[in-house]
């Protein structure tokens, strides 16, 4: 092999691994504080589906999935909802709940709720007051095509398994917008909660 094509195949695999270093590290965020395992679920208001207020401290006395998911524009999101229909049955089956806490009203994700018969909760934070509270807001992660209807603003895609007595015992933020948690693994975390 030349010293040319030595240099060439150098610089393909330098901007390559660049490249790759770039794409895992973007979007990466860390656990804010707040939300790290071993601590109490912080307390904080949200809205239901009815308009009613409703508190984080209600959850306690059963474990419960949380998940904060960007509305019903993201279609990973909507894709996450459907995904989680699959495990429903497992997941209340272990007496635990399953929270979706959205800054819009997911109207799509609730229509997929409904038409695979499962009872998902849906908490509001319309004015993103919960996400800023826990440190999970995306600032400008709306597509400047929604901005109108939703504002620029939205919250990072997050799980969180949280015991009966609201200690948060797993938390998983997206990597990329893209990415969201493997069902499997949430039940799992789930029931590792539940032996402990």
């Not at 195949?9 to 794409?23: D, K, N, Q, Y």
């Not at 989680?84 to 994700?109: C, M, N």
Request: with cysteine; net charge neutral.
């Amino acid at each position: 092999m030349s010293n040319g094509l030595i240099i060439v195949a150098g610089v393909i695999i330098a901007v390559l691994l660049g490249a790759w270093i770039w794409v895992a590290k973007r979007g990466l965020r860390p656990v804010p504080e707040q939300l790290k395992p071993g601590r109490p679920l912080p307390d904080f208001q949200a809205t239901d589906e009815q308009g009613d207020p409703v508190r984080s401290m209600a959850l306690h006395g059963s474990p419960t999935v949380i998940l904060f998911v960007r509305g019903n524009w993201c279609p990973f999101c909507s894709s996450q909802v459907k995904n989680l229909t699959k495990y429903y049955k497992d997941i209340v089956d272990l007496g635990a709940k399953l929270v979706f806490l959205t800054p819009r009203p997911l109207e799509t994700t609730r229509r997929v709720a409904q038409f695979f018969e499962v009872e998902f909760d849906f908490w509001l934070d319309e004015s993103l007051m919960v996400s800023e509270q826990l440190g999970l807001v995306q600032k400008s992660g709306v597509p400047r095509d929604y901005h109108n209807e939703y504002g620029p603003d939205t919250v990072w895609p997050t799980a969180l398994v949280v015991d009966s007595a609201g200690i948060i015992r797993y938390t998983e933020l997206s990597k990329h917008i893209s990415d969201r948690p493997d069902p499997e693994l949430l039940l799992r975390e789930l029931k590792k909660t539940l032996r402990n």
